[in-house]
């Protein structure tokens, strides 16, 4: 059973800003490192960032960096995912997971996501 809960898209002009949350509420992943994914209508699932249990190692998709910043909160059960810049093409859903390969290999078990629509 998935147990992590994605918030904090929605409808953004290029140029601007989302954060997005990802909550383990059961705390099922404790210790575990943690990424970000998106996928846009009719394409592949892809790997956007991802980020150790201590929040002292990221990982990023070349797409995005220096654009998104990935990050644990104070909360480890917490992971956040700041995005700036956001282009048209960032337009996807986005979900969160537990990384079982670093950086970007999955248990393949995901939540609902969180849609962010970037308009131009």
């Known amino acids: 059973q998935v147990q992590l809960v994605e918030s904090g898209g929605g409808l953004v002009q290029a140029g601007g800003s989302l954060r997005l949350s990802c909550e383990d509420s059961?705390?099922?992943?404790?210790?575990?490192?943690m990424g970000w994914f998106r996928q846009a209508p009719g394409k592949e699932r892809e790997f956007v960032a991802a980020?150790?249990?201590?929040?002292?190692?990221?990982n990023y998709a070349d797409s995005v960096k220096g654009r998104f910043t990935i990050s644990r909160g104070n909360v480890k059960n917490t992971v956040y995912l700041q995005m700036d810049n956001l282009k048209p093409e960032d337009t996807a859903r986005y979900y969160c997971a537990v990384i079982h390969i670093w950086p970007d290999k999955t248990y393949d078990r995901w939540g609902q996501g969180t849609q962010v629509t970037v308009s131009s």
């Open positions: 980020v150790n249990w201590y929040g002292t190692n990221t």
């Open positions: 059961k705390r099922t992943f404790s210790g575990s490192p």
